[in-house]
């Protein structure tokens, strides 16, 4: 009877009725009756409906109240042929609202119809884990990932998310927090589980009986397969393989993206580890090629090691040998000869003992039964590890402000009658360095050449037989001069290897001369030795496992004196020199201060005539005084940066490059049209010069 009415009367009636209905319901408020209407069958049949109506008629349905936002707007169609549930009549309705663009929050407790848009602001159910609404609810669901990255996820999920709702990663936790509906996040779920697996198995340790772990990684790696899994540290390759040699207990670590691949990676380890047919009864011949350390010192090394223990492990002869020859230089010595730096000749090869090594190749020839070859090879692997770098920068800073006064009087005068054969003269006469006398001015003047000397200079003139002197001068003088020298010598060395930076010139001196007369000709003949002047940096860093850097330093500064003294102009050029030798710690990256010199030097000089000088006020006749102060402020700093890693050592030669091509940019010199060289020589762009991937390097640049 009600189906026939909800068919005869359309949709108006069937709210008023269900209206009516649930009002009856309440105010009734037996349970008994609400139970048997909770799960009765419904047939809806809503067509063109009002969207506010029809939201009350399901609210009395689902016993549950439901808010209409006031932007909800418009009709709505929701029915059905058949009887169905409550439940499916509810998703029904709330896939017909989803059509239009309107969604169905919960928040405290209380159901909202709201715009879509809105609906990841709005909705107040959070769900971890496992989706546990269903339908076109939407809510925000948070999935925690246990292997794969968030990020990355984020890529993939996005475009099947709904426009208007969120996904966002959180790398703190790798979760991913998103708002969608109900239905598509339970979907969202299982893709989740799906793609959240480890990478790879877990890693396999392969002891090896026969062969070596560190020849045999390379050629195990070369032999597979590549792939895309993620590369391991330290391992050989980075594909869907890894192998790492474990030198200490001479054993393969694999790890692969799948189990098929880890066991066809056992089964060529299980056929390359056999004994060797090159090994007789009295051992064999190994060639090992270094990565890192020198040949000829790690020869004399393990010699060494295994010379104390007495040759064991198959009884091999062993025999000591020298150690090679270095090039360490000790810190203060002076280089001399031609001035030219000389790189250290290539080291002989070392011979002796059951160890040979071959400067040429970098390698090493073991003779050993293969138990001792084992240990020697394990030794090897540990010591031939790549060595970090230290970049260190210095600062030289000089700072020599002088200032000097100067202030005297000189006069001269003749006393005699005219026609007199003889006369008196008498006066005063002092000379200092940059300021002649009145003496030597007056013949000076008589030689047209005036020199007064600098400063202020008031005189008195007069002419004696037609010749004009200086009868008196006063002379008043102050400078100040201020002398400010940075100089930052900068170099990079291996741990534990000297290093060496000259800036300066290079002078002559002479050691010893002779000269040969023989009749009418003369033959000089000189000895000259010349030496490095300037700025000289030799410094020997050894980085310690706690990351402190200690360092052998000698830092030298030299200069040849602008003036050369009396009475040794023959002896060469005199030259002034700071320098400072010790052994310092300072901590990776921290600038330490070296020392340096601080002098303050005040110079009074008195020129008077005894007695007459002394006397106040009128004695500034009869006297001459200068003064001079100089200060010299003199500190070296010093800054070390270890660079262990290739990356680092190329992030700061990039970084220098990059500051040099900016300095010549700037040094551009401005266009001209009258001279036609309008360009200086710039470093070409560093990107030009890097090899693309799989590429050769190019070839060198010319110079512009």
Excluded: C
């Excluded at 020298?485 to 010139?505: F, H, M, Q, R, Y």
Aim: hydrophobic fraction near 45%.
């Amino acid at each position: 009877m009600i189906q026939a009415l909800f068919r005869a009367a359309g949709a108006r009636a069937f709210v008023a009725v269900a209206a009516l209905a649930a009002l009856l319901a309440v105010q009734d408020g037996q349970a008994q009756a609400k139970a048997p209407r909770s799960r009765a069958p419904v047939t809806v049949n809503f067509v063109n409906a009002d969207i506010e109506a029809v939201t009350r008629a399901f609210a009395a349905m689902i016993e549950r109240a439901i808010v209409v936002d006031p932007r909800v707007k418009g009709t709505v169609t929701v029915y059905s042929e058949q009887p169905q549930s409550v439940r499916e009549a509810y998703a029904s309705y709330l896939s017909a609202l989803r059509g239009l663009g309107f969604a169905v929050v919960e928040s405290g407790g209380l159901l909202k119809v709201v715009p879509e848009a809105d609906a990841k602001l709005q909705t107040g159910t959070v769900s971890v884990g496992e989706v546990g609404v269903r339908g076109d609810q939407v809510i925000t669901q948070i999935f925690t990932l246990r292997y794969e990255n968030a990020n990355n996820l984020v890529a993939v999920l996005r475009p099947l998310i709904s426009a208007n709702n969120t996904i966002n990663a959180n790398p703190g936790s790798n979760s991913l927090v998103i708002t969608d509906y109900a239905e598509n996040l339970g979907r969202l779920a299982k893709i989740i589980a799906a793609l959240d697996n480890p990478s790879g198995t877990e890693v396999e340790v392969v002891p090896l009986q026969h062969a070596v772990a560190a020849d045999l990684a390379p050629l195990v790696q070369r032999l597979s397969e590549g792939g895309s899994a993620a590369a391991v540290p330290g391992a050989q390759g980075s594909g869907a393989l890894a192998v790492v040699a474990d030198s200490r207990n001479n054993a393969l670590l694999v790890r692969a993206n799948n189990p098929a691949r880890l066991a066809a990676a056992r089964a060529t380890i299980a056929r390359l580890d056999r004994p060797s047919t090159l090994v007789g009864a009295g051992g064999g011949m190994w060639v090992v090629h270094l990565k890192h350390a020198d040949a000829a010192r790690l020869a004399t090394v393990v010699r060494a090691a295994f010379g104390a223990v007495g040759g064991s492990g198959g009884g091999a002869a062993t025999a000591s040998a020298a150690p090679a020859p270095t090039a360490a230089v000790t810190p203060g010595a002076t280089a001399t000869g031609t001035g030219g730096g000389t790189v250290t000749a290539s080291a002989q090869p070392s011979t002796g003992g059951f160890i040979q090594a071959d400067p040429a190749t970098n390698s090493l020839i073991i003779t050993a039964p293969e138990p001792l070859y084992k240990q020697v090879r394990a030794l090897i692997d540990q010591l031939d590890s790549r060595r970090a770098q230290v970049y260190i920068e210095s600062m030289i800073v000089e700072v020599s402000p002088s200032d000097s006064a100067d202030f005297g009087f000189q006069w001269q005068g003749l006393l005699h009658n005219s026609g007199d054969s003889s006369g008196l003269v008498g006066g005063t006469n002092f000379s200092a360095t940059g300021r002649p006398s009145i003496i030597e001015t007056n013949v000076s003047a008589a030689q047209n050449q005036v020199n007064v000397g600098a400063g202020l200079n008031i005189g008195l003139l007069r002419t004696i037989n037609g010749i004009t002197s200086l009868a008196a001068v006063a002379r008043v003088l102050q400078s100040q001069s201020d002398t400010n020298i940075v100089s930052t010598p900068n170099l990079i060395t291996l741990d534990n290897e000297e290093a060496k930076i000259v800036v300066g010139e290079n002078v002559p001196f002479i050691t010893g001369q002779f000269t040969q007369t023989g009749g009418a000709t003369t033959n000089p003949f000189q000895t000259i030795e010349r030496k490095d002047v300037g700025i000289t940096l030799r410094i020997r860093p050894q980085i310690g496992e706690n990351g402190a850097i200690r360092m052998q330093i000698f830092q030298e500064q030299s200069a040849v004196q602008p003036t050369t003294a009396a009475g040794t102009s023959n002896a060469g050029p005199s030259t002034t020199k700071r320098s400072i030798e010790g052994t310092v710690s300072v901590e990776d990256g921290q600038i330490l201060v070296l020392g340096g010199l601080i002098e303050d030097r005040f110079v009074t000089t008195k020129n008077k005539v005894p007695l007459l000088g002394d006397i106040p006020f009128l004695g500034a006749l009869f006297r001459s005084e200068s003064r001079e102060r100089k200060r010299t402020n003199l500190m070296v700093f010093l800054r070390p940066i270890v660079m262990r890693d290739a990356e680092s050592a190329t992030r700061f030669s990039t970084d220098r490059y990059e500051q040099m091509r900016g300095q010549q940019q700037g040094a551009q010199p401005a266009p001209s049209v009258l001279m036609p060289i309008n360009e200086a020589p710039v470093l070409p762009e560093l990107k030009s010069l890097m090899p693309a991937a799989g590429a050769s390097a190019p070839a060198p640049a010319r110079a512009p």
